[in-house]
């Protein structure tokens, strides 16, 4: 057995080079499209960063020191673009910068821009000739405000704007402060007072496993301490800061259109030891710019319902949904103000109960993300449900207004910039900018949009157009936006016209498009389509008509770029070379192939640059499984055939440059009806895994006798399910997993079953079970302080003491400081090390009459 620690290895040079290999640009428009702020994300920071002292508490990450978020991402440099001919301006920053993304004015004039020292977070503000000055004796709390929040009730629309908010004056910035009249931290507390005790005295209901929850009465002080603030207005011109109320936690905070109100979110006792901090009970109100509270809107409880909040999905059963509805105050449903009026809030609010759930109704949509990207959450669908548009104007002490009603439900709501008509969305999961939905286990229910003119009372609405998304290449598109003042966006008009953007999915692969389309008549007229050997999307209009555009264009030849393109003319705005010339020279295609029952599924397959037709190579399998219900969805062709490639992070596709073929991101469908598709997760992914390795062993390009397996997350639970109960692999690697099913006894991905509803497959899913069957090499990688609910460090830990105490080969390799997915430049490098030292060993140098290796005694290293 070999234990201890080791110092940071790294990979070949081949790799290195890549990973010091810049990023793609990414521009952020102004408001007026005559400059774009382009900023450089710090790709790989110094484990140092990671180091920096971090609380863990009430489901997030402090860092003490700075009063923000531990772990946060940062940009390097911040360049302004002078539009159309794309000339730099250089920006004046602060020595060895860590700046957020920059914000523009209303009127395109000023930014503004965070940057994150030793000991405070920065407030920044700029203009278009790249000048630059600090508002002095400032320092920023974004401990609420820099953690994102929406409104209030279901986390709907009008999400907050962050701890920096522009008003409509164009010179003043709302702002989350640190209190300069705050205190020091609560002392650690060395001795306790007495034991930490929680009971319950019956009625209680299961919660999902989040991680970095209050514990004790202390943890509820410091917590408390560092997230509140003090809310203050700063003028940009004279760095005078007016406070605003008095200090309190913020969950968020919203200005009117006109600057004189804010819609406040404040968060307040009791705290909760099972829920994360925005599922505390809070105040809404309404405030004026001194701070006096003119118009109370809601007090909302402990959010404990819905599988956020953990437990059974009150969706699935009727009376729990029409429960959860009714414990959503009123006037908190996508509260948010109207941007054409001076102050104006509006909400929906439902009409009547809930309509009974059906299985036609109760699809679920994807509960994680793969490769470290985090947990995102589920799609649903649902039977279309009464509801009417609600306003209530300033002062706010009259009685609501029913702005227009729906009898087909309003599952979404957007704007036009014209201020009086919005778009609705009826019966599916949401329409707007995640339109053209479906592909695999996502949201299959169709929508409606319907156009209403909220100057009209009683307006039935106009059906535009119908969506469903299981038919994905019918896809009409998403209405193109702009930003209005107050934060908002709003649809683009011109005249009758909107534009309507789209991947634009096919049989052959994505063909972005950009659309006029005609409200009055329903006509559409195609502005532009990316052709065959390109990859071009559109990503603002320069022009009130949309004859001129700024897109993004990309090849797999041709790096991405930014370009203004009028008609067939193209103007580039960026001009960043290949960052990555030796991903040229590997091969990658689509290749399609079926599952011995029929399926149709489909892989990227990745061959080294020096590869030779005929030879058969050592072959890594990465993939992630996802629950689907219908089998047909599998055989859309989804993404673009036309995109660059370029590798970063502990990506699978660095096995093509040591000699491997990659079978990277093969579907793994786990096929069945929602409820009880896990029944057969086994079955199904060892039917996926066999097809996979079927088609390339059949093309002659992989040698089916040293074939490796690995995922991140659900795809680590995949792999060591495989290594469990099959013999297809020869090595494998899991990323942050979690093998024993028993740690999330209330649920997982998209399980939503307890354990005690569906014992067996939770222990049949559960490779911590078969660990005396796992006897291929197994290299477990997890960070150390993993944030996502349900692969907690000691999934990892004690998988790795079953396997080792019934005799497998395996290793586990904790990371420092790293999250469920990983960032420090250090471990970037020594993750990539472990992967290729670890694959070369059992799978590329591996002979048949290869011994397994005895267990032996001694320090850790090679």
């Known amino acids: 057995m070999l234990f201890g620690s080791d110092t940071y290895q790294k990979p070949p040079k081949v790799i290195l080079d890549l990973l010091n290999s810049p990023g793609a640009p990414a521009l952020a428009l102004s408001p007026t499209r005559d400059f774009a702020l382009q900023a450089r994300p710090v790709r790989y920071p110094p484990i140092a960063e990671l180091a920096q002292p971090m609380l863990r508490m009430a489901g997030m990450r402090i860092n003490p020191k700075t009063n923000g978020l531990h772990n946060v991402t940062f940009n390097s440099t911040l360049t302004l673009r002078k539009l159309p001919e794309g000339t730099e301006i250089k920006v004046a920053l602060p020595p060895n910068p860590k700046l957020s993304p920059g914000r523009w004015s209303p009127d395109g004039k000023h930014f503004s821009f965070t940057n994150t020292t030793a000991n405070a977070i920065e407030l920044w503000v700029g203009d278009t000739t790249g000048a630059t000055h600090k508002i002095a004796n400032l320092r920023l709390n974004e401990v609420m405000g820099g953690a994102g929040g929406g409104a209030p009730g279901r986390g709907g629309a009008g999400a907050t704007g962050g701890p920096v908010q522009w008003l409509s004056d164009n010179r003043s910035l709302l702002v989350f ?3 300069a009249t705050r205190g020091p931290a609560p002392p650690d507390e060395l001795v306790p007072e007495g034991p930490h005790i929680q009971e319950s005295l019956g009625g209680g209901k299961g919660v999902v496993t989040h991680e970095d929850m209050l514990t004790n009465p202390h943890d509820e002080k410091v917590w408390e301490y560092y997230a509140t603030a003090q809310l203050a207005i700063v003028d940009t011109v004279t760095g005078k800061s007016t406070n605003i109320g008095t200090p309190a ?4 905070a919203r200005p009117s259109p006109d600057g ?29 710019r001194t701070g006096a509270k003119v118009h109370h809107i809601a007090s909302i409880p402990m959010a404990t319902g819905g599988r956020g909040g953990g437990g059974p999905d009150p969706t699935d059963d009727p009376a729990a949904q029409a429960a959860a509805e009714a414990a959503i105050p009123r006037g908190t449903q996508n509260l948010e103000w109207r941007f054409n009026e001076p102050a104006t809030l509006m909400w929906q609010e439902p009409l009547g109960p809930p309509p009974a759930r059906t299985n036609a109704t109760a699809n679920n949509g994807d509960a994680a993300s793969g490769n470290g990207r985090g947990r995102g959450g ?7 449900r009464p509801a009417h548009l609600l306003a209530l104007k300033a002062p706010f002490n009259g009685t609501p207004a029913e702005v227009f009603k729906s009898e ?9 910039e014209n201020g009086h008509w919005v778009l609705t969305d009826a019966g599916g999961g949401g329409f707007g900018r995640g339109g053209g939905g479906g592909g695999r286990g996502g949201n299959r229910t169709p929508t409606q949009a319907k156009l209403f003119d909220l100057d009209k009372p009683g307006d039935p609405g106009k059906v535009l157009w119908t969506r469903n998304p299981a038919e994905r290449y019918s896809d009409v598109g998403r209405p193109m936006e702009k930003p209005m003042p107050g934060g908002m966006r709003a649809i683009i008009l011109d005249g009758d016209n909107i534009f309507m953007q789209s991947n634009g999915p096919s049989p052959t692969g994505d063909h972005p498009f950009l659309n006029r389309y005609n409200l009055t008549t329903g006509q559409t007229e195609q502005i532009f389509k990316s052709d065959d050997m390109h990859n071009e999307t559109v990503d603002a209009l320069m022009d009130a008509h949309g004859t001129k555009l700024l897109t993004r264009r990309e090849s797999p030849t041709e790096p991405p770029n930014y370009y203004l393109r009028s008609g ?11 960052p990555q010339p030796i991903m040229r020279q590997v091969k990658k295609m689509r290749v399609d192939y079926k599952r011995s029952d029929g399926v149709a599924l489909n892989m990227t397959l990745y061959l080294p640059p020096d590869y030779k037709e005929g030879t058969r190579l050592p072959a890594v399998l990465w993939a992630y499984p996802r629950e689907v219900e219908d089998a047909d969805s599998l055989a859309t062709v989804t993404g673009s055939t036309q995109t660059f490639t370029t590798v970063g992070g502990y990506s699978e596709i660095f096995f093509a440059l040591d000699g491997y073929a990659v079978m990277d991101n093969a579907a793994f469908p786990v096929i069945g009806e929602p409820r009880t598709v896990n029944d057969h997760f086994v079955e199904e992914i060892t039917k996926d895994a066999e097809a996979a390795i079927k088609k390339c062993d059949e093309m002659g390009v992989i040698d089916p006798n040293r074939v490796g397996v690995g995922g991140h997350s659900y795809g680590a639970f995949m792999t060591d399910n495989l290594l469990a109960h099959t013999t297809l692999f020869k090595a494998g690697i899991a990323e942050s997993g979690a093998p024993n099913r ?5 649920g997982f991905q998209n399980e939503r079953r307890t354990i005690w509803e569906a014992r067996d497959t939770y222990l049949a899913m559960s490779p911590f079970m078969f660990a005396d069957k796992v006897k291929t ?3 477990l990688i997890h960070g150390e302080a993993d944030d996502n609910d349900g692969t907690f460090p000691i999934q990892s830990e004690r998988f790795y003491e079953a396997v080792r105490g019934n005799g497998g080969t395996v290793r586990l390799v904790f990371l420092p400081y790293e999250a469920h997915g990983y960032r420090a430049r250090e471990t970037i490098e020594h993750v990539n090390w472990e992967k290729l030292t670890w694959f070369d060993k059992y799978v590329k140098n591996w002979k048949p009459s290869t011994a397994t290796p005895t267990s032996t005694e001694g320090n850790h290293g090679r």
């Not at 589920?378 to 279309?384: I, L, Q, S, Y």
């Not at 087909?408 to 036009?416: C, D, H, Q, V």
């Open 177 to 179: 402060t640190v209190s």
């Open 408 to 416: 087909t439900g309003l599952n979404g709501l957007s704007w036009f």
């Open 260 to 288: 004189k109100y804010i819609i406040v979110t404040a968060i307040h006792h009791p705290f909760s030891y099972l829920y994360q901090a925005r599922q505390f009970p809070k105040e809404v109100d309404v405030w004026d």
């Open 249 to 252: 936690i913020y969950e968020s």
């Open 742 to 746: 028993t740690l999330t006894p209330f």
């Open 777 to 779: 090499p197994l290299l």
């Open 568 to 578: 067939a003319t193209l103007t580039a705005v960026t001009h960043e070379p290949d």
């Open 378 to 384: 589920r799609g649903r669908g649902g039977a279309a």
